[in-house]
T-cell receptor
Framework: AQSVTQLDSQVPVFEEAPVELRCNYS??????LFWYVQYPNQGLQLLLK??????LVESINGFEAEFNKSQTSFHLRKPSVHISDTAEYFC???????????FGTGTRLQVFP | NAGVTQTPKFRVLKTGQSMTLLCAQD?????MYWYRQDPGMGLRLIHY???????AKGEVPDGYNVSRLKKQNFLLGLESAAPSQTSVYFC?????????????????FGPGTRLTVL
């Protein structure tokens, strides 16, 4: 079985400060890794994903995540956040050769001016 | 291109009533999913479909039924609503960029349906 743990349910931060949202997973098989973002009153949308190759993946709006196999982590980082980054962020895993996407419980990022 | 749309956006039901949630996608995706989102629990998969005419159970299927009669539509039914089914329901769809690796799919989500069961 697979599980995803997002230890921080809420992360408050001031604008232009760096942020890290933590994600750890547990799986007996290899998985693909995803971060989805949910802006207020909207559905989820893909932020970035790790399939293979370089362990560091980047999104178009400045977020990056690094796959660490030994620590089974996929933490999301941004060096300088904007007010518009206020949203809920979900880490998810998909075991190889399945049709399933398993989500963590989400981290609410609140950016203050 | 509307992407994934959900009808209705909001609904209030009384215990025991039935209803159907409609999900439609115009991206010609093979895969469609229904999730529920509850505070502190993330998204949980209810049912999914890998193609027209096929459905499969997810993590929390009890109390729900689904149908995929047309490729672009995925219906979620509640035959006898219960307060425990108060939730926000999301539909999603995905394609298969690599037919050998279905789990690389990006899922595209609808805006959600907020359901309250009294």
């Amino acid at each position: 079985a697979q599980s995803v743990t997002q230890l921080d349910s809420q992360v408050p931060v001031f604008e232009e400060a760096p942020v890290e949202l933590r994600c750890n997973y547990s799986s007996s098989v290899s998985v693909y890794l995803f971060w989805y973002v949910q802006y207020p009153n909207q559905g989820l949308q893909l932020l970035l994903k790790y399939l293979s190759g370089s362990t560091l993946v980047e999104s178009i709006n400045g977020f990056e995540a690094e796959f660490n196999k030994s620590q089974t982590s996929f933490h999301l980082r941004k060096p300088s956040v904007h007010i518009s980054d206020t949203a809920e962020y979900f880490c998810a895993v998909s075991p190889y050769n399945t049709d399933k996407l398993i989500f963590g419980t989400g981290t609410r990022l609140q950016v203050f001016p | 291109n509307a992407g994934v749309t959900q009808t209705p956006k909001f609904r209030v039901l009384k215990t025991g009533q039935s209803m159907t949630l409609l999900c439609a996608q115009d991206m010609n995706h093979e895969y469609m999913y229904w999730y529920r989102q509850d505070p502190g629990m993330g998204l949980r998969l209810i049912h999914y479909s890998v193609g027209e005419g096929t459905t499969a159970k997810g993590e929390v299927p009890d109390g729900y039924n689904v149908s995929r009669l047309k490729k672009q539509n995925f219906l979620l039914g509640l035959e006898s609503a219960a307060p425990s089914q108060t939730s926000v329901y999301f539909c999603a769809s995905s394609y298969r960029p690599d037919s050998r690796k279905p789990s690389t799919d990006t899922q595209y989500f609808g805006p959600g349906t907020r359901l309250t069961v009294l």
